[in-house]
T-cell receptor
């Protein structure tokens, strides 16, 4: 199994630009999560989907952030416009239907906004 | 709101030492507690605990859960430099599959 696949792995962008992060969950997993990790705040859940439907987006910081999951094998997290305080590692994770709470992380997208 | 607190924040030991990492939590409708190890990239799964008093063990690592006192410990015996990492504790509830993470304990093992 290829695991959770994220792209890009690294991105440096200028303030005000649009950023799109992509995720392919593990095949057969029906829950998908977007987390953000910073030194100051640790791992924070931004949003999660169950069967492609957003269930809880209370962690999305503000309207500049949006996430979609058009099908079971693809999700995007978009930041528009980006700001320097958005610099973080963004992790996508997935969870199988019968897997309890165990989630499996992708390798993260390291975003720097300058 | 679910809450997870880990201690210590960071720890420096020498190879061969034994360490104990702590995790306390407050969660509505507790389902499970998980430990992850994060080196340079993504967190990788170590243990999932659902029942009190039953030790989970994998090599030099072991963990136990106390659902009455709402905490878990992760023990690492005979530490090695490869154990250097951030150890994350997370709790899940019955409301869904989401996890709430603690801030992590940064462990450094010196040769």
């Amino acid at each position: 199994d290829a695991g959770v696949i994220q792209s890009p792995r690294h991105e440096v962008t200028e303030m005000g630009q649009e950023v799109t992060l992509r995720c392919k969950p593990i095949s057969g997993h029906n829950s998908l999560f977007w987390y953000r990790q910073t030194m100051m705040r640790g791992l924070e859940l931004l949003i999660y989907f169950n069967n492609n439907v957003p269930i809880d987006d209370s962690g999305m910081p503000e309207d500049r952030f949006s996430a979609k999951m058009p099908n079971a094998s693809f999700s995007t997290l978009k930041i528009q416009p980006s700001e320097p305080r958005d610099s973080a590692v963004y992790f996508c994770a997935s969870n199988p239907r019968a897997g309890g709470n165990t989630i499996y992380f992708g390798e993260g997208s390291w975003l720097t906004v300058v | 709101e679910d809450k997870v607190v880990q201690s210590p924040l960071s720890l420096v030991v020498h190879e061969g030492d034994t360490v104990t990492l702590n995790c306390s939590y407050e969660v509505t409708n507790f389902r499970s507690l998980l430990w992850y190890k994060q080196e340079k990239k993504a967190p990788t799964f170590l243990f999932m605990l659902t029942s009190s008093g039953i030790e989970k063990k994998s090599g030099r690592l072991s963990s136990i859960l106390d659902k009455k006192e709402l905490f878990s410990i992760l023990n690492i015996t005979a530490t090695q430099t490869g154990d250097s990492a951030i150890y994350l504790c997370a709790v899940g509830n019955n409301a869904g599959n989401m996890l709430t993470f603690g801030g992590g304990t940064r462990l450094m093992v010196k040769p």
